[in-house]
């Protein structure tokens, strides 16, 4: 007998997601376990190196699942900024149109792997619903005075008109178009993140399992922090 994996799949991918059988529910007795995995761009559509990522996630969902806990394993899309608007510009469409085209494609694609994901909280940081509350936060941070603009020299395309992240920067030249970048002073916003040095490094102790290297990059960073504040001061 012929293994018909085409029928055999479908019968079973239409059966999960009538049923929701990947679903968290809220009312639970279980302990809760988290499992978050990286959300892609949709700038494009998921290849292996992705999938890798996903099963994983899955494969430590599913066991836990299996140990009797409640596991919340969401999914989402990081739809905001320059990946999709390179994709957008190289393939001369809108934005948003190239980018809920890709979510469509890559759910579909990720719904016939099979990944236990629930569904119901799909989320794309583009949507309003989802960003209101990113301008929430940063309104939150404004008010305490944590987030403030000043003039800071910006790597410029005078091409694409754009700034460039530093990785966007390939031997001084724009890696969108081959442009020689200018260094540009413009009005940027930061977070006060150096507010809160003193109280990251303190609780560098209290980090458990944290790799000792890891734990000694940041204190190195803190500290030189820490130095120009009180220079400054
Ligand atoms: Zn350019």
Known sequence: MDYNHIEIEQKWQKEW??????????????????????????????????????????????YKRMQGYNVLHPFGYDAFGLPAENAAIKNNVNPGE???????????????IGISYDWDREIATC????????QWIFLKLYEKGLAYKKHAA???????????????VVNGKCERCGTEIEMKKLEQWYFKITE?????????????????????????????????KSILL
């Open 17 to 62: 997601e009538e049923k929701k059988v990947f679903k968290t529910s809220q009312r639970n007795d279980k302990e809760k376990y988290y499992v978050l995995t990286m959300f892609p761009y949709p700038s494009g559509t998921i290849h292996v190196g992705h999938v890798k990522n996903y099963v994983i996630g899955d494969v430590v969902a599913r």
């Open 98 to 112: 190239w980018t809920f085209k890709n979510i469509e494609t890559i759910r579909n694609q990720i719904k016939k």
């Open 127 to 134: 949507t309003e619903d989802y960003y209101k509350w990113t």
């Open 154 to 168: 910006v790597n410029w395309c005078p091409s694409c008109k754009t700034v460039l992240a530093n990785e966007q």
């Open 196 to 228: 809160y040095s003193e109280k990251l490094l303190n609780d560098l102790d209290i980090l458990d399992g944290w790799p000792e290297n890891v734990k000694i990059m940041q204190k190195t960073g803190l500290e030189k922090v820490l130095e120009q």
